[in-house]
C-alpha cells in the first residue's frame, strides 16, 4: 500500500502544483523520486509532528493541498490539538496520513500502535476519514480525498497487503462490495479486510456465502449501504483493527439504535486497552481473535442462527 501511496501522490504532484508533501522524517527511500522531480515541494519538518501540521495548515491556507505524513500514532495523538485548531478550525484542505495504522507497528510497543487513530481524527467534525483495505483502494482514493476543500485523514499500510476483486471501484464516501451473498454481512474497514477475503474463500467450500462490504470511508458512514443490508440479512460482522468507540463498529452500532434494532451485530477486533508484550500483528490478531479462522468462525456461528429476513 506505500508503494500505491507514493506513485498516486507521485501522479497527483505531476498534475498539480499546488499539491505538495511534507513529512515529518519519514518516507526515505519511499519519496526519493518525489524529491528529486519536485524539489521545493517536498518538505521534511524533522522529528517534530506539531510543526508539520501547523505548516500544512498555513500552506493550505494560502491557496496550496499539502499532505502530511508521519506513522499514524504521532500523525494523530501527538498533534491532536494542532489538526483540531490549525486545519479543523479553518476547514482547511490538509490531507493527514497516517502510516502503518492499528498495528501494523505492532512489535514496536504502544507507542506506535494507533487503534484509537480513526476515532481521533473522526472527532474532528469537517474531517473525511479513511481506511483503505489494499492498494487498489489507495490508489483511487487518495485522488479524491486531494480534491476535497476540507480536510481529510487516510490510513497508509506498509508493503505486501495482498490486493482483493470487487464488484465496484472504490468512492469516496461509498462502502465498497467485494462479494455477494445472503444472509449474513460482514463488513471491514482498513487492511483487515484481507483477513475477511481469505475467510470468506475457505466458507465458500462449506456452501456458507456472506456478502462483504468493505467500508473503507468510516466518516461519513455509508447510511445506504448499511439500509441495504438491513433489508437482507439478519447478523452484521464488523471486523476492525481499532478500538471499539469511534471506529467502524460504532458508527454501524450508532445508525442500528436508530435504523434496525433488530439485525443482529457482532464486532471483532481489538478491546479497549493497550496491546503490550511486543507480540506481532499476526499473533495480536490471533490473540483478539479477528483473523481470518475467528471470522470464519464467526460466520458460521451466524449462519446456523435463523433464515434471513422476508
Avoid at 487513530?117 to 487498489?136: E, F, K, N, Q, Y
Wanted: net charge negative; charged share 20%; proline share 6%.
Amino acid at each position: 500500500m506505500r508503494r500505491a501511496f507514493a506513485d498516486a501522490l507521485y501522479d497527483l504532484a505531476r498534475e498539480d502544483e499546488r499539491v505538495v508533501l511534507l513529512t515529518g522524517d519519514l518516507g526515505f527511500g519511499v519519496f526519493d523520486r518525489f524529491q528529486e522531480d519536485f524539489g521545493p515541494r517536498y518538505v521534511n519538518v524533522g522529528v517534530a509532528e506539531a510543526q508539520l501540521i501547523d505548516c500544512a495548515a498555513g500552506m493550505a491556507l494560502e491557496g496550496f493541498r499539502p499532505i502530511a505524513y508521519s506513522i499514524a500514532s504521532f500523525a494523530t495523538g501527538r498533534c491532536f490539538e494542532q489538526i483540531r485548531v490549525a486545519v479543523g478550525y479553518h476547514d482547511a484542505p490538509v490531507v493527514v496520513v497516517g502510516a502503518g495504522g492499528g498495528y501494523t507497528y505492532a512489535n514496536s510497543g504502544v507507542t506506535h500502535h494507533a487503534a484509537e487513530d480513526l476515532a481521533l481524527m473522526g472527532a474532528i467534525p469537517a474531517m473525511t476519514v479513511v481506511a483503505p483495505g489494499a492498494p487498489s483502494e489507495i490508489s483511487s482514493l487518495l485522488p479524491q480525498l486531494i480534491k476535497l476543500d476540507a480536510p481529510s485523514y487516510i490510513r497508509v499500510g506498509r508493503y505486501g497487503e495482498p490486493d482483493y476483486p470487487a464488484t465496484q471501484p472504490a468512492r469516496l464516501g461509498q462502502a465498497r462490495l467485494l462479494r455477494d451473498g445472503t444472509s449474513v454481512a460482514v463488513l471491514t474497514t482498513g487492511e483487515v479486510a484481507s483477513e475477511a477475503v481469505e475467510a470468506l474463500d475457505a466458507l465458500a467450500a462449506e456452501d456458507i456465502t456472506p456478502t462483504h462490504w468493505q467500508f473503507h470511508t468510516v466518516k461519513p458512514i455509508d447510511i445506504a449501504a448499511l439500509d441495504a443490508n438491513a433489508q437482507s440479512v439478519h447478523t452484521l460482522i464488523v471486523v476492525e483493527e481499532h478500538f471499539p468507540h469511534g471506529g467502524l463498529a460504532a458508527a454501524v452500532y450508532a445508525w442500528a439504535a436508530k435504523t434496525a434494532p433488530d439485525v443482529t451485530i457482532k464486532r471483532l477486533g481489538p478491546p479497549h486497552e493497550l496491546a503490550l508484550g511486543g507480540m506481532s500483528r499476526t499473533e495480536l490478531r490471533r490473540q483478539y481473535e479477528f483473523d481470518a479462522p475467528a471470522i470464519a468462525e464467526a460466520c458460521r456461528a451466524a449462519w446456523l442462527k435463523k433464515d434471513k429476513p422476508s
